[in-house]
């Protein structure tokens, strides 16, 4: 069997983007429209598993990895929200 191919995420200064690629480099990325650059935070395994921890639409993120080999999609963080306290611990 053989493995999947290494999907490097990306970050810029505008958190709701995120921005995959087949390319450790992330050279074949857009530009991110905040004007900052993209910043390596993970290699993943090209899987919807593992895609769904960094975007909304892992199948979409999927289909245009295949097709053009990067794809920049809304962030997603499987993050536990605690819920806020309805009163003061003072």
């Not at 593992?50 to 892992?58: C, G, M, Q, R, S």
Request: hydrophobic content about 45%.
């Amino acid at each position: 069997m053989k493995a999947a191919p290494l999907v490097t995420v990306f970050a810029c200064d505008d958190r709701q983007l995120r921005g995959f690629s087949l390319q450790a480099d992330g050279s074949n990325l857009p530009a991110p429209p905040d004007g900052s650059h993209w910043v390596s935070v993970a290699a993943i395994a090209m899987s919807v598993v593992e895609l769904e921890k960094y975007a909304v639409d892992p199948v979409s993120v999927l289909v245009n990895l295949r097709e053009r080999g990067y794809d920049v999609a809304a962030a997603t963080a499987k993050i536990l929200q605690f819920p806020t306290p309805h009163r003061s611990s003072a």
